[in-house]
């Protein structure tokens, strides 16, 4: 009898270790999953233009020169941090009035420090998060061999971003 009751006993014990384990395993998935799917917070900043240069075709010199470019505040961009509809990029920038990015950081592109650096086909934008301060350099319009003024010309811009 004392076996019989030992081995019902066990038996029980099992069972119990069994439901226990099933248990803390779901447990663990819950937690497990809920970190994975844990959003980064998605940070806003509008970055405003104070200094630019570069160069310009003089049509009539006929020859590329050296131009200041006055833009003190009238270029505007809005970094997206985290930008949700961008799973992959660590940071989107798009001109300010406009829908869609001209430059996705990420995916490629390296965040150096507290700077992300984003690239496009003819440019590049430099964020840094503690400065609060911008770079942004345009390189069409020079190499396409077109000795005219279309507009089109190669600048470096920078400027300052506040947190929205």
Request: charged share 20%.
């Amino acid at each position: 009898m004392s076996v019989m009751v030992s081995f019902h006993v066990r038996m029980r014990q099992g069972i119990m270790e069994k439901k226990m384990y099933k248990f803390l395993v779901i447990c663990l998935l819950l937690i497990c999953s809920g970190s994975v799917m844990a959003e980064k917070e998605e940070k806003q900043f509008l970055c405003i233009s104070k200094v630019a240069g570069g160069f310009s075709f003089n049509n009539e010199a006929k020859t590329w020169k050296g131009a200041g470019v006055d833009v003190n505040g009238t270029e505007k961009y809005l970094v997206k941090l985290n930008d949700k509809r961008y799973p992959k990029a660590t940071a989107t920038v798009t001109p300010y009035g406009e829908e869609n990015p001209a430059y996705r950081c990420g995916s490629g592109n390296k965040k150096l420090g507290s700077t992300h650096a984003c690239h496009a086909v003819y440019g590049q934008f430099f964020f840094n998060q503690k400065s609060l301060r911008y770079l942004l350099s345009s390189m069409g319009g020079y190499i396409d061999g077109k000795d005219e003024n279309t507009g089109y010309f190669p600048f470096i811009e920078g400027g300052t971003c506040s947190p929205l």
